[in-house]
Every structure is written in structure tokens, then in C-alpha cells.
């Protein structure tokens, strides 16, 4: 028998333990000899005797065999050969022969401070991205369509989103961060059924929170006062709506996320090692006397 695997270029110790009839450990009459065949056939080592030793238990011969390192690789045999009692006796094993694994060193990307790195999701994590994302679409009424003139001076309708994909993933990414570090700690991905589902609308929500500052901030910039020969033009005041609506949504969303959060807080079966102080102290010391625990 020998080790299942060996690198070329490194040596193999091989070994071998004869039996009698019996199935007693027992001693060749003379040194055995081994062969070693390659994977293609090829004998690598003929007959020989010479390194062959027998190790301290009875009927136990070693070899080490060095592999060359530019050697087939697969599966060699060793087959062996003795003498005992004056019958000839053989058997062969094998032994896996690999080449030495190489590692590339690539480069890192030549990132810069500032520059956008992408996401990496798994499949899973882009199923529940996509289904969130079909919720968050229709809630902050992203997908629209203006109409604009084509070459011939036709009016043809064109898709108008107020958000990017980009934009909206990184409301849900931030949204789910919020979800998971507010108290008590959790960390559920987009992968889990629970967040694809169950808390769908908390995950939803939070994300159209952000969607509704950051757009806030946008129709702030747009809203001044036009004055042209006398006539003066004031645009609709969209961020103050905005803001009215992130307010009342912000509210709802605080109070929600901590009864969610709180609900998934594991509640203690005994008194264990928790000292609370609503509790008499009378059990508080009981604890210490009995060699139990109050249930």
C-alpha cells in the first residue's frame, strides 16, 4: 500500500505488509523487490531490492520512490514480489501522482478614491433584488413615458424613469443595512424568503424614504422664483410635498421597524444568568440558595 497522493518532483514512501495463511504478520525469506509502473504503462523503476527495508513491525517492508518531475500523472502501481516459505508471492497497489498546483497573481482593479465599484450579488440575492425592486418601482411611480418629437416631427412616447436601477438598488442595499443594524442586530440578505416576503414592505419602505430625500433635494434646487419684462413664474413647491410625505412615512416606518425588530428579540425561557429588577427579590435570592432554576 502506499500514500494516495504524491506531487512529481517529491518523494513517495511505499509500503507493503506480508501475511501467512493464517493472516499472521510474517518475514520474506529474502529482501522482496518492487516495480513501479507509470499511468501509461511505462515501467519508471524495474525489479530491484536495493532500498527496500524492513520496518521495526513483523512482515512490514518501506520504499521511497522519488517522482520525476516530468512524469505522467494518474495513477502508478507498485506491484511487489517475495519469497516465503519457497512460494513466490505478489501483489500491486496504486498511488495517485499530480503535478504541483501554480497560483496566479493577478492584479487588484485600479480602483481610485471616488470611483464606483460594482455590486456582487448571487443568484438568489438578484431574485429577491428584482422582486423588491417591482414593489419599490410602483410605489414611487418610476416608470413613466414623455412624449418627444422623432426626425419626421412626429410626437412619440419615450420611457422616463425617475430613478435608475442603480439608484433603486442602492436604496434597497441601505434600506437592508437599516433593517439588519437597528436593535436587536440581524443579518438577513436579499436571498432570504423573509426579506423577499415576510418584511417585504418594511425593506420597501425604508427604501422609498430615501428615494423621497433624495428627490426632495433635487426639487429644492429646481424651485425658484422666474422673472421675465414684469411677469414672474413660481413653480409648484413639489419639494414641500415631498417633504410632507417623507415625514408622515418616516413616522410610520420608525414604529413599525421596532415592533418588527423587537419580535425577533429570542425571549429568555428562565431567569437563567439575566438579572432582571422587576422581579421580587426574593426569587433573586432564592436562586442562590437552591441548586435549581426558576422556571
Known sequence: MANRLVIRGRTVELFVRFLDAAGNPVNADDTPRVEITDSNGVVQQSLTNVGVSLVDDPGLYSFTYEVPLTDPDGYWTDRWVAVIGNESVQSAFTFMVLAAGSVEVSELPDHQPGDEVPFSFTKDEITGINILMGVLKKRVKNDGVRKVKDALGNEVETPCA??????????????????????????????????????????????????????????????????????????????????????????????????????????????????????NPNFLRLRHLRARQII
Open 162 to 279: 425617475i430613478f435608475s436601477d442603480t439608484e433603486l438598488i442602492c436604496f434597497l442595499v441601505n434600506s437592508l443595512s437599516e433593517f439588519n443594524q437597528y436593535p436587536h442586530f440581524t443579518s438577513f440578505t436579499f436571498a432570504d424568503v423573509q426579506i423577499q416576503g415576510l418584511f417585504m414592505d418594511i425593506i420597501t419602505q425604508g427604501a422609498v424614504l430615501l428615494a423621497l430625500a433624495a428627490q426632495a433635494l433635487i426639487e429644492k434646487g429646481r424651485e425658484f422664483s422666474i422673472t421675465d419684462n414684469g411677469v414672474s413664474y413660481q413653480p409648484p413647491q413639489v419639494s414641500d410635498m415631498l417633504n410632507t410625505q417623507y415625514s408622515t412615512q418616516l413616522q410610520d416606518y420608525k414604529e413599525k421597524l421596532k415592533h418588527i425588530k423587537t419580535s425577533l428579540k429570542p425571549t429568555p425561557l428562565g431567569l437563567g444568568t439575566f438579572r432582571v429588577t422587576a422581579i
